[in-house]
Structures are given as structure tokens and as C-alpha cells.
T-cell receptor, first 113, second 115 residues
Framework: GQNIDQPTEMTATEGAIVQINCTYQ??????LFWYQQHAGEAPTFLSY????GLEEKGRFSSFLSRSKGYSYLLLKELQMKDSASYLC??????????????FGGGTRVLVKP | ETGVTQTPRHLVMGMTNKKSLKCEQH?????MYWYKQSAKKPLELMFV???????ENNSVPSRFSPECPNSSHLFLHLHTLQPEDSALYLC??????????????FGSGTQLSVL
């Protein structure tokens, strides 16, 4: 079966750093995605990892270890607007028709002043 | 603005009603998706269309009926729903292809309440 775990909720202070962990157990692996979703809005793409290591994009970085079935999303210099849910998703196989992603339950991050 | 538009944003319906959700993408993508997002549960994939052909049906009850008349439009027809079907229904699109970094672009969803 498929299992993607991430914490339900995290709280951090403006200007600080928060790390959101995601562990996965899936039948196949062909990439891991992170999405951000503000309340009442569409999920939007943040990052993608398919090889081990760290991908950095401004204040956001994502790390992957395929041998450990583990990823994290690192949010630096937190801003109030970063308060949102962060969704971890795994693509199990490469397909020519459609991109099937399996999502974790999401981590709700609350940034406090 | 993600380039994927869903209507209506909110829908309240009785169990005997028939309604349809609409999704339109302006990104020139070839693949479209329906996801269900329930409170405190992960996003669940319902259907995938690639070049207007259904390529995935994730054991969804027949009271949900998708339709993809062309690569820009996707519908979800609803009939005789149950209260547990109340959820946020998200539409998404993607380029379509074997690119491993292919991203999904989501609409803002339709918040459905079944009474």
C-alpha cells in the first residue's frame, strides 16, 4: 500500500525557520513534490525532488533521501504570509498519460508575530 | 491565478439533486484531473484524463460521472450523492507526458455540501 506521513500542524515565529518532514512508503518512486495551499485557495507548486540532495529556491528548500524514504521542506525567514498548509506528494511511476500523485495529509503551519 | 478555473465555488445540494461541477484550463495542457479533499484527509485522486481519454478511475462510486469534451474542459456530474460526499473538489491540469517533473496546476475548488 501507499503511506505518506507528515505532521498535522506546526507553529513558528516570524523570521524563524521551520522544517516540515515527510516520510513515504510507496510501491514505486519517481519524484516528490511539495505544494502550498492557503485556506480556501488552490494548492500551488513549491518544489520537486527526484534525486537525493537539497534543492534551494529562495527562502524555501527541499531535501530528499530516497534510501530513507524521507523528505523535508525548509522554510527560512518566515513571513506571516507563509501561514498555510504544506502538502507532500509522491509520484510513483513515470507515465505518458497523466501524472498520478499520492498526497500526504498536509501540514498546517501557523506563523506568529 | 493558476490558469485553472472552477465553477461554482460553493454548492449546496440535496441527496436527490443532480448538479455538475465545471473546470476550465487556459494553459494548453493535455491532462486533467479531479481530486477530492475532505477535512483531515489527504487529497484523493478520483479521475485522470489524458487527451480527452479517461486513463484513471480510482474506484470512485458511479454517482460521480466525469466528462471531458475537449482538453480544456472537464466536468464532474453529480447525482444522488450522500452526506459523506461533502468535500472540496479540486480540478487540476498538467502538460501531459513522461517528464518526471511534471507539475499539477490546481483550481481553487468547489466546496460541496450535501444535505
Amino acid at each position: 500500500g501507499q503511506n505518506i506521513d507528515q505532521p498535522t500542524e506546526m507553529t513558528a515565529t516570524e523570521g524563524a525557520i521551520v522544517q516540515i518532514n515527510c516520510t513515504y512508503q510507496t510501491s514505486g518512486f519517481n519524484g516528490l513534490f511539495w505544494y502550498q495551499q492557503h485556506a480556501g485557495e488552490a494548492p500551488t507548486f513549491l518544489s520537486y525532488n527526484v534525486l537525493d540532495g537539497l534543492e534551494e529556491k529562495g527562502r524555501f528548500s527541499s531535501f530528499l533521501s530516497r534510501s530513507k524514504g524521507y523528505s523535508y521542506l525548509l522554510l527560512k525567514e518566515l513571513q506571516m504570509k507563509d501561514s498555510a498548509s504544506y502538502l507532500c506528494a509522491v509520484r510513483e511511476e513515470a507515465r505518458a498519460a497523466g501524472n498520478k500523485l499520492t498526497f500526504g495529509g498536509g501540514t498546517r503551519v501557523l506563523v506568529k508575530p | 491565478e493558476t490558469g485553472v478555473t472552477q465553477t461554482p465555488r460553493h454548492l449546496v445540494m440535496g441527496m436527490t439533486n443532480k448538479k455538475s461541477l465545471k473546470c476550465e484550463q487556459h494553459l494548453g495542457h493535455n491532462a486533467m484531473y479531479w481530486y477530492k479533499q475532505s477535512a483531515k484527509k489527504p487529497l484523493e485522486l478520483m479521475f485522470v484524463y489524458s487527451l480527452e481519454e479517461r486513463v484513471e478511475n480510482n474506484s470512485v462510486p458511479s454517482r460521480f460521472s466525469p466528462e471531458c469534451p475537449n482538453s480544456s474542459h472537464l466536468f464532474l456530474h453529480l447525482h444522488t450523492l450522500q452526506p459523506e460526499d461533502s468535500a472540496l473538489y479540486l480540478c487540476a491540469s498538467s502538460q501531459g507526458g513522461e517528464g518526471t517533473d511534471e507539475k499539477l496546476f490546481f483550481g481553487s475548488g468547489t466546496q460541496l455540501s450535501v444535505l
